[in-house]
């Protein structure tokens, strides 16, 4: 009877712990089984679940990408070209040199409040406004060295800066983002290899006799600072 007792009592010991987390009415026998069963169950619906809701998240942020690149496609050449065609001090340059100006145009993101030139720097770098809207404001003497009049605002296909690519002078106002900003830039070494010394000195000497007031006076053509 006692031996009966003992093998019964380890028997429920051997189920109690095999079976943990089963109800407690169930035999040791169909415990476990079903505990398995169960749960293994669950945790396959679970994954399917989470795998579906990974390919719908996958698929939708691919679907904002591809409508991220299209609204943000960058200027092709022929864009590019049509600018460098508005700005005066490129006259200069062959239309193989203006062609060669735009290709090696470079990308640069600004941040919003970002500022792209200061007034006071000198500049050696021309811009154009790929996306993104910029405030160009000046230093009101009238009101004090911090207070700033606000000249223009720009936009994409809009230029400034022009006037650092042929003489160095301070820029003449502040050009400052709006919002995130990517621009198209150019430096004044990069304009002097295409144009050529000779051409650059002579552009510079007319730029001096015939623009100094211009310059002076930092008229927003579309923007010359």
């Known amino acids: 009877g006692g031996g009966g007792s003992d093998g019964s009592g380890a028997g429920n010991t051997c189920n109690s712990s095999f079976g943990s987390g089963s109800d407690p009415n169930d035999d040791g026998a169909n415990a476990r089984p079903r505990s398995i069963s169960a749960s293994t169950a669950e945790r396959f619906q679970m994954i399917q679940k989470n795998i579906k809701g990974m390919s719908n998240l996958v698929s939708g942020g691919e679907r904002r990408r591809q409508s991220i690149r299209l609204v ?63 405030i160009v404001n000046r230093v009101d003497l009238k009101l004090g060295m ?42 004044k070494d990069m304009f002097e290899e295409i144009c050529g010394a000779k051409s650059v000195k002579m552009v510079n000497e007319t730029t001096k006799s015939d623009r100094t007031d211009e310059i002076l006076a930092a008229t927003i053509g579309n923007v010359s600072l």
Request: glycine share 8%.
């Open 146 to 187: 911090s207070a700033e009049k606000e000249l223009a605002k720009l936009g994409p296909s809009d230029f400034f800066g022009e006037i650092a690519l042929l003489v160095d002078a301070p820029r003449t106002a502040t050009v400052r983002c709006l919002e995130t900003c990517t621009v198209l830039y150019a430096t």
């Open 72 to 134: 943000d496609k960058p200027f092709t050449l022929e864009q590019r070209l049509e600018i460098v065609e508005r700005v005066n001090c490129l006259s200069v340059l062959s239309k193989a040199g203006k062609q060669k100006f735009a290709e090696r145009l470079q990308a640069r993101v600004y941040g919003k409040g970002d500022e792209i030139i200061v007034e006071g720097d000198i500049g050696n770098e021309f811009f154009i406004i790929e996306r993104g809207r910029v």
